[in-house]
């Protein structure tokens, strides 16, 4: 059962229940268990009277045995409820993972963007603290989809994916947006600590061969938090918009939107 409902509150049970916090699932699981539980005592008490007296040993131990037969039961009820929980809590565990990746690459798709930026930009209210993203784009990917297939493609995006993720490291978070692009969160770093870490992520993805696949190239906008960003939606788009000024200057080059703003 999810939320309050894991408290030993009847009230907060309840209220979760009516708010749609327990579903048919934990109610589903709620009897099994309770289920088992009844069953495991019911066993115990019933497997005795099936027991012919003159084959125990010590008929006079009759109640001993049926407590033992009780607890066994429970104990194995016990049991498993234990793995019931284990392999769900498992399940949903892997559940809300790939709820939060691109099935391709691994990384956080860009519903969690959103989220993350947000909530990134909320801390840092009264503060001094910088925040940067990076929007990079693969240039011309469609000529690599049509000339070299699109199961290369696919590998080119996992490449650049794994070389992203090695090089950003610690310093931020790196989500796909969807097609040949990908953002880059990176909280406590200024614009030009972002600006040089941009250059070195294409310095690193462009131009290199990597087995059979293709050599690519990447154009990369830059844009920090300013006083005047009021959402994540805002600092996205600087990003966004510093990216395609960076396509229309040749590609394969980093811009930063304070370069287009002035």
């Known amino acids: 059962m999810t939320g309050d409902a894991r408290s030993g509150k009847p009230d907060d049970w309840v209220k979760a229940l009516r708010q749609g916090r327990v579903g048919p699932t934990d109610l589903r699981l709620l009897t099994i268990w309770s289920g088992m539980l009844i069953g495991g005592v019911l066993a115990g ?13 010590r008929p006079h131990r009759m109640l001993d045995f049926r407590l033992t037969c009780i607890c066994a039961g429970i104990m194995v009820a016990l049991v498993a409820v234990g793995i019931t929980y284990l392999t769900l809590y498992r399940m949903n565990r892997y559940l809300a993972w790939i709820s939060q990746r691109d099935p391709l690459t691994g990384l956080y798709h860009h519903g ?36 070299w297939g699109h199961l290369v493609g696919d590998q080119v995006l996992r490449y650049l994916a794994g070389s992203l993720r090695t090089v950003v490291g610690e310093k931020g978070l790196v989500f796909r947006m969807g097609g040949e692009e990908f953002a880059i969160v990176l909280p406590e770093m200024a614009s030009a600590e972002a600006k040089s870490l941009a250059e070195f992520i294409r310095q690193t993805a462009s131009n290199k061969e990597v087995g059979l696949l293709p050599a690519v190239t990447v154009s990369i906008g830059v844009a920090s938090v300013s006083p005047d960003v009021r959402s994540a939606t805002d600092l996205i788009k600087r990003a966004d918009d510093a990216m395609y000024e960076a396509k229309r200057r040749g590609r394969n080059q980093v811009v930063e939107w304070s370069e287009i703003s002035s």
């Open 45 to 57: 008490g019933i497997f005795p009277e099936v027991v012919r007296s003159d084959v125990i040993y």
């Open 112 to 147: 969690c963007l959103t989220i993350f930026l947000e909530r990134s930009i909320q801390d840092r209210l009264g503060t001094e603290t910088p925040l940067s993203v990076m929007i990079a784009d693969i240039d011309m990917f469609k000529e690599v989809n049509d000339g």
